[in-house]
């Protein structure tokens, strides 16, 4: 029988292998637990230290955190195959520099999506939104 120190050490254990599997930093990943549908969801989310700014990176939702963070690992390691690559060209309002951001997305609504959780739609120009080519 599990207790729940267990829990908590492989639940630490898989967010350090998410981590390691991305080859970010603790400083540019952020996992964000709540709640839907009576589920756990977790939602990853990058923060890119060049312009300060966080993305949604994708969400999973489980049983518990562990089923959560079992899928997200899955899907981590499987991304590249499932899903296409988008750039976007943005600028926030305060900002008046373009910048250029890479999403995985299975189309390009859930790249905008990506690229707008969390904050208000209307801080936000997008510019461009491109398919890359399959290499």
């Known amino acids: 029988m599990e207790t729940s120190t267990d829990i908590h050490i492989e639940g630490a254990r898989l967010q350090k292998e998410i981590i390691n599997y991305l080859g970010l930093n603790d400083?540019?990943?952020?996992?964000?637990?709540?709640?839907?549908d009576g589920k756990v969801k977790?939602?990853?989310?990058?923060?890119?230290?060049?312009?300060?700014?966080?993305?949604?990176?994708?969400?999973?939702s489980g049983y518990d955190k562990l089923?959560?963070?079992k899928k997200m690992m899955d899907y981590v390691k499987n991304y590249r195959d499932r899903e296409s690559s988008y750039t976007i060209q943005?600028?926030?309002?305060?900002?008046?520099?373009?910048?250029?951001?890479?999403?995985?997305?299975?189309?390009?609504?859930?790249?905008?999506?990506?690229?707008?959780?969390?904050?208000?739609?209307?801080?936000?120009t997008v510019f461009s939104v491109v398919l890359n080519p399959v290499s």
Do not use: C
Request: proline share 1%.
């Open 90 to 124: 943005w600028m926030t309002k305060d900002d008046k520099q373009l910048h250029t951001s890479y999403f995985r997305a299975s189309n390009i609504l859930d790249s905008l999506d990506k690229l707008y959780y969390g904050r208000d739609r209307n801080t936000i």
């Open 42 to 60: 977790l939602d990853l989310i990058t923060i890119n230290p060049r312009h300060n700014q966080s993305f949604l990176f994708h969400s999973e």
């Open 67 to 69: 089923e959560a963070l």
């Open 27 to 36: 400083s540019e990943l952020v996992f964000e637990f709540g709640s839907q």
